[in-house]
């Protein structure tokens, strides 16, 4: 029976392994409560990817990222600037659903990712930690801790869905095309009753170009 069945699968199941690198650019802000006026941070990203999937259109990925999160405020038409960049070594595990034929395949690809803060950066044209005192600066119906709030929690964790095209130069290589979400369920600052912030969760739009190369 056991010959039987070890028989059956290798006539229905052709496993396929690769390995392979991305890079590409993010486009990021927070879920803040209370919300606050926010505009889309550019940020790169770069990583390594390890692909399993077998002939009946799945499988699984899992990767090795780095990538750049965080936000920019939205001062409208004042000559203000603040944005703050962070940093994350990103790991998700990820369902891979595919179709299409040989040489060209639309995924999908849906799943949890932990990460965690390896670095945070702000850039500002203003003191930041004392806005109160600048002049000009819209202090009127603002919320302005997020700006000098220290970073309490750096590890996060969330669900990436993303969607793309994969096309095959020929049976080992492939090139492919990605764009992802990342919903963030973790807050980077404190969320008690007495703290500012209810939610200070992160969001990310990721567009990636990738390599693939098949070793089984």
Known sequence: MTAAVSADAQRYYSPNVSIGGKAGVTLSQMSFSPGIRQSMLMGGMAGVSFRYTEERNFGIIAELNVEQRGWKENFEDLPFQYQRTLTYIQIPLLTHIYFGSRRVKGFFNLGPEISYMIASGIKSNFD?????????????????????????????????????????????????????????????????????????????????????????
């Open 128 to 216: 930041y930690t004392n806005p109160a005192a600048v002049a000009g600066f819209p202090m009127h119906n603002r919320m302005t801790e997020q700006m000098y709030t220290p970073v309490k929690n750096k590890f996060d964790y969330g669900i990436s869905a993303g969607a793309g095209i994969e096309v095959f130069v020929n049976r080992r290589n492939s090139i492919l095309l990605e764009g992802r979400f990342y919903y963030g369920l973790g807050n980077i600052f404190p969320a008690s009753k007495a703290d500012t912030f209810a939610a200070s969760r992160s969001m990310s739009v990721m567009v990636c170009l990738g390599y693939m190369f098949r070793i089984k």
